[in-house]
């Protein structure tokens, strides 16, 4: 059997930085590239139903949309124990939303037929929080979002699952397989990869796959298609924070009048 | 590739790399030689987010900052971040003429920790911008003599910049005190460096109204706000005891602190548990107030008593039967813990009580191999780290699943080198970067982390390699 996990090379950011030419993105020089932090919970979700079946032979199978330098984050996940790795690009995805994205893992989805699907709840850079439900929307398989608990037997027909829901409310809910499921952070503690694992990870293939590879063409995707698209990225005016002055006892003092303020007191 | 036997071999090696943080580290090592400099900037200022990244990285060595500062001498984010980093040196023409900058890059100046005396004098003198000036009274670079041209220019502006930097010195602290309010005071009041004179503390005492006088504060609180400092002071007892009697609480916990004030029976019932508290860590508690101390209803009273190293052997008994698992392990970390109580705390149904015991200096190879079979990870974590840990039971823990276990082992300093090889090898990347200055394991033993995977530990090989040259030179 397998399992799926859809991850993402996230882009991270120092506290100073430089906005594009064209106001559409931070100037690639200021960032910092690494696998979304959600993901790796995901793919250690995928890796515990694994070891803990070694009867169920399971391939767990990690998917990026991006184009070379995410071979990196899938490396990492190769390292870490995932059995393959894709990664689809053509120049023309340049520019897609997100349900875009969502349409191209939905047809990688459909080509590996998976018994499972796991995507993270939202990526740390953009925060859409809606690739994976946008794929499973593509695929019309049941779904959950933010699950922060899966039991789950290889092969079985249903999962049982906890959504973490507002005010520190778990619903439990039980879902038909397969599904796609958002994962959540802290659902698991994600492994470091072993020495071994790193190098044997940096000799397997990573499959690179093409519009063509998953039925689609240049017309389906890229900033051309897409329902929504970024006008401009800019850094806001300052807003009300201002900083405390004083010495450490006026501080504490200027601290307890603004609570008293807001509360009335 | 061999390891290096000298500082060409080793820039040699970094170039075999090619990439950035093994040059990185190795560029320390190459300095006095312009042809391993050049060789080394093709890869580190080949693109401009490499060098952006080392510009802000702590880890960046003072030489490369300096390189990255000349190479990119146009680039403002890249001053900036330079600025920003404490290594970076500071270039002489911006110490020899700082106007040269523009008001973003100064402001960042006046707050860098190696921004030399004399160019932080010349701007507290010369420098219009408050912000600025208070950047200069906070920067630790500032000492007392770049303070007292700020006191001269703003001495309330500036004020509770000054009275928080540690170089004020005392005489700059009473004028302070004599022009502050009562917040000013109170900090003047906490500054280490404050040789109290008689005549000072007179007028303190007088301001907090604990002695009648025209300068007393007007405000009941503020005269509160000044005795919580004052209490803290080697005053006559009269005036301790006063202080003792105080109706707040923060007034008499100082008191309580205070090991100049020695009536403790006055307090000894106090109803404030911070009082009780701060007495039960004394070292001059009696044994009737230990053990008076020892059934107080406040856990914390308990804990700060099993902990305190002068506590008699009947009380460490006693508390050794605490229901509260805080006060067992408390008297199980006292250093004068008798080895039968930790046997006995060896056991404990609580792992917090036992993994005091792992960690404790007092526990034997036996108490040790026994806690080795233990489950829990903040046990084994103590196990791990003792250096009366047998060597077997440390090479086992050494390949334990948790990286805190594992943890212990590499920094506990009677591990030998067979137990710490298998962990060059280790998962977790700031094991194998601690391992880099281990001094149980050899140059060869480093030097086959040379190519790790990860950038940091590349780094600190090079880095380590390119000390050890140096130093072996000079």
């Known amino acids: 059997m397998k399992i799926l996990v859809a991850v993402k090379q996230v882009a991270a950011l120092d506290e100073d930085f430089e906005i594009r030419a064209d106001e559409k993105d931070v100037d690639e020089d200021f960032l910092l590239y690494d696998l979304n932090e959600w993901d790796d919970f995901s793919l250690e979700e995928a890796m515990r139903i694994k070891e803990e079946s070694p009867d169920a032979e399971i391939e767990v199978i990690v998917v990026s949309v991006g184009p070379d ?35 191209m893992l939905a047809a990688v989805v459909k080509k590996e037929a998976p018994d499972m699907v796991f995507a993270g709840v939202q990526s740390s850079d953009h925060s859409n929080a809606s690739t994976g439900i946008s794929m499973a929307a593509y695929l019309g398989m049941p779904h959950a979002a933010v699950v922060a608990d899966l039991k ?10 906890r959504r973490e829901l507002e005010g520190g409310i778990l619903q439990e809910v039980e879902i038909a397989c397969p599904a796609v499921l958002t994962i959540q952070l802290g659902i698991n503690k994600p492994r470091y990869a072993s020495l071994r694992g790193i190098k044997q990870a940096a000799a397997k293939p990573i499959e690179a796959w093409g519009l063509g590879d998953i039925g689609m063409s240049a017309a389906d995707v890229g900033e051309g298609s897409a329902m929504s698209r970024v006008r401009r990225m800019y850094v806001p005016e300052k807003g009300r924070a201002q900083m405390i002055e004083g010495t450490i006892a006026q501080q504490a003092a200027r601290i307890i009048e603004i609570i008293k303020e807001f509360k009335g007191a | ?46 693109k401009r987010r490499d060098a952006l990244r080392l510009a802000r990285w702590e880890h ?11 190479h990119a001498s146009s680039d403002h984010m890249m001053q900036a971040r ?25 402001g960042l100046v006046a707050q860098h920790t190696q921004a030399p005396k004399a160019l932080l004098i010349k701007l507290a003198i010369e420098d219009q911008d408050v912000m600025l000036l208070k950047a200069i009274a906070r920067n630790p670079a500032s000492d007392a003599d770049v303070l007292s041209m700020l006191v001269k220019r703003a001495p309330i502006q500036l004020a509770s910049e000054i009275v928080a930097n540690p170089a004020a010195s005392s005489e700059m602290l009473e004028m302070l005190y004599e022009q502050g309010d009562v917040y000013i005071k109170s900090a003047v009041l906490g500054h280490k460096n404050l040789v109290a004179s008689p005549g000072f503390m007179a007028q303190v005492q007088v301001d907090s109204g604990l002695i009648t006088g025209k300068t007393a504060l007007k405000s009941k609180q503020d005269q509160l706000f000044l005795r919580r400092q004052l209490a803290k002071f080697d005053l006559p007892t009269m005036l301790l005891k006063t202080l003792a009697q105080s109706e707040d609480s923060a007034v008499r916990t100082a008191v309580a602190n205070n090991p100049a004030f020695v009536d403790v029976k006055l307090m000894i019932s106090d109803a404030a548990p911070t009082v009780r508290r701060a007495l039960a860590a004394r070292a001059d508690l009696s044994i009737n107030q230990m053990q008076s101390l020892s059934v107080d209803k406040d856990v914390w009273v308990r804990v700060w008593l099993a902990r305190n190293a002068s506590i008699d052997r009947n009380t460490m008994l006693y508390l050794a039967q605490d229901e509260a698992d805080e006060v067992r392990r408390g008297v199980a970390r006292n250093r004068r813990c008798p080895l039968s109580l930790l046997e006995k705390f060896a056991v404990d149904d609580s792992a917090w009580v036992r993994s005091a015991v792992a ?60 137990t710490l090889l298998p962990m060059l090898q280790d998962a977790y990347y700031l094991h194998r970067m ?6 149980q394991l050899t140059v060869d033993d480093k030097w086959s982390l040379h190519d790790d995977p990860d950038e940091n530990v590349r780094f600190a090989v090079f880095k380590w390699f390119g000390d050890m040259f140096l130093k072996a030179e000079h």
């Open chain 2, 434 to 439: 601690l391992l880099v200055w281990n001094q």
């Open chain 2, 60 to 70: 960046s060595p003072a030489i490369l900052l300096q390189a990255i500062g000349d």
């Open chain 1, 152 to 161: 789950y037997n290889p092969g079985a027909n249903t999962a049982t699952i």
């Open chain 2, 82 to 106: 330079l600025m920003r980093n404490q290594n970076s040196p500071m270039a002489d023409e911006i110490v020899e003429q700082p106007e040269v900058l523009d008001r973003s890059l100064l």
């Open chain 2, 1 to 46: 590739m061999g390891t290096p036997n000298g500082r060409d071999a080793l820039v040699a090696a970094a170039l075999v790399n090619a990439d950035v943080y093994s040059a990185a580290g190795a560029f320390g090592a190459a300095q006095l030689s312009s042809v391993n400099i050049e060789a080394l900037s093709t890869i580190l200022f080949a």
């Open chain 1, 69 to 103: 330098r995410v071979d990196e984050s899938l490396r990492k996940c190769l390292a870490k124990g995932a059995d393959r790795a894709i990664r689809v690009w053509d120049d023309a995805v340049e520019g897609s939303d997100t349900v875009a994205i969502g349409k």
């Open chain 2, 359 to 418: 960690y404790q200096a007092n526990s034997n190879a036996d108490l040790l191999v026994q806690l080795a079979s233990d489950q829990d990870v903040d046990v084994l974590s103590g196990v791990a780290a003792n250096s009366h840990t047998p060597k077997k039971i440390m090479r086992k823990l050494a390949g334990h699943a948790d990286a805190d276990v594992r943890r212990g082992v590499i920094l506990n300093k009677a591990a030998d080198r067979e």
